[in-house]
């Protein structure tokens, strides 16, 4: 088992910024790719973006694409999830996630958190 705490989540207004953090307790951390996710009720959980074992290659969601950005401390054992020019459409529950491999990607994820509220006011 992977427990996985985020944090950083808030209210914010349209064209804001956010700062999420994930801390994972686990000490095989730096073998594994990490992700963001997130949902809304009532609809699927969204692929946001995702980050290799040593922050290599990062991948996005066109979504999200140039106005977010994921990074990683491994020696902390966190990811983190940079969202500026923020949009009431980006308003969720955003979860981090541990992939099974080292590789960015979209699937292949095994834990995620329990989320943490970013709500985007307009």
């Known amino acids: 088992q992977v427990q996985l705490l985020e944090s950083g989540g808030g209210l914010v207004q349209a064209g804001g910024s956010l700062r999420l953090s994930c801390v994972a307790f686990r000490r095989t951390f730096t073998a594994h790719g990490m992700g963001w996710f997130r949902q809304v009720p009532g609809k699927e959980r969204e692929f946001v973006a995702a980050?290799?074992?040593?922050?290599?290659?990062?991948y996005y969601a066109d979504s999200v694409k140039g106005r977010f950005n994921i990074s990683r401390d491994n020696a902390k054992n966190m990811v983190y999830l940079q969202m500026s020019s923020l949009k009431p459409e980006d308003t969720a529950l955003y979860s981090c996630?541990?992939?099974?491999?080292?590789?960015?990607?979209?699937?292949?994820?095994?834990?995620w958190g329990q989320g943490t509220q970013v709500t985007v006011s307009s």
């Open positions: 980050i290799s074992w040593n922050g290599d290659n990062p």
């Open positions: 996630a541990w992939n099974r491999y080292a590789l960015a990607s979209m699937t292949s994820y095994d834990y």
